[in-house]
């Protein structure tokens, strides 16, 4: 069974610091991986999604690695800013159950 | 696009009433999932819909649950009866194709935060 574990629970950093934010999964069975974002009391927002074949998706100041074989990935955020504070979501799709499968997220803190 | 719209944002209920979620998908998506968001068990799939079909509900905890989708702009969520290890976050969310075989995203509605007392 698919399990996907994001480590830490919880992060607070300084602004203007770069960061990252890690993601594993169990089965490197996967058709993609996707990062998400959520404020509080919102809905999911995708950020970036990086499919099987591919290594590395960037948008902005958000870089994120697929190393499938090893089951990781990273989200590299850029000089980050207050506005960066939220929950960040991994999440694979499963080839072996076709879901979409969500790790339990980061929830980063930018110091202003 | 209003993206995905999901009604009521609060619902509070006492333990052993019915519940009734619902949700407008983003038009001319033709998928559909509802998902449950805990603090101890994070992000749950409990079902979705391909063309208002029902393809996977292994992930609805129990037979109280029940969801439909009677066309493509609609769908609802039901416990009957609730009880409180069922309050959560629901959400709901819709994709144009197949999020695992298209690479595309899926699109999340606000959710809807149950209380059950």
């Known amino acids: 069974k698919q399990e996907v574990t994001q480590i830490p629970a919880a992060l607070s950093v300084p602004e203007g610091e770069n960061l990252v934010l890690n993601c594993s999964f169990t089965d490197s069975a996967i058709y993609n991986l996707q990062w998400f974002r959520q404020d509080p009391g919102k809905g999911l927002t995708s950020l970036l999604l990086i499919q099987s074949s591919q290594r590395e998706q960037t948008s902005g100041r958000l870089n994120a690695s697929l190393d499938k074989s090893s089951g990781r990935s990273t989200l590299y955020i850029a000089a980050s800013q207050p506005g960066d504070s939220a929950t960040y979501l991994c999440?694979?799709?499963?080839?072996?159950?076709?879901?979409?499968?969500f790790g339990k997220g980061t929830r980063l803190h930018i110091l202003p | 696009d209003a993206g995905v719209i999901q009604s009521p944002r609060h619902e509070v209920t006492e333990m052993g009433q019915e519940v009734t979620l619902r949700c407008k998908p983003i038009?001319?998506?033709?998928?559909l999932f509802w998902y449950r968001q805990t603090m101890m068990r994070g992000l749950e799939l409990l079902i979705y819909?391909?063309?208002?079909?029902?393809?996977?509900d292994s992930g609805m905890p129990e037979d109280r649950f029940s969801a439909k989708m009677p066309n493509a702009s609609f769908s609802t969520l039901k416990i009957q009866p609730s009880e409180p290890r069922d309050s959560a976050v629901y959400f709901c969310?819709?994709?144009?194709?197949?999020?695992?075989?298209?690479?595309?995203?899926?699109?999340f509605g606000p959710g809807t935060r149950l209380t059950v007392l």
């Open positions: 038009s001319g998506h033709d998928y």
């Open positions: 969310a819709s994709s144009p194709t197949n999020p695992g075989l298209e690479a595309v995203t899926q699109y």
């Open positions: 819909f391909n063309n208002n079909v029902p393809i996977d």
């Open positions: 999440a694979v799709t499963s080839k072996r159950d076709d879901k979409i499968i």
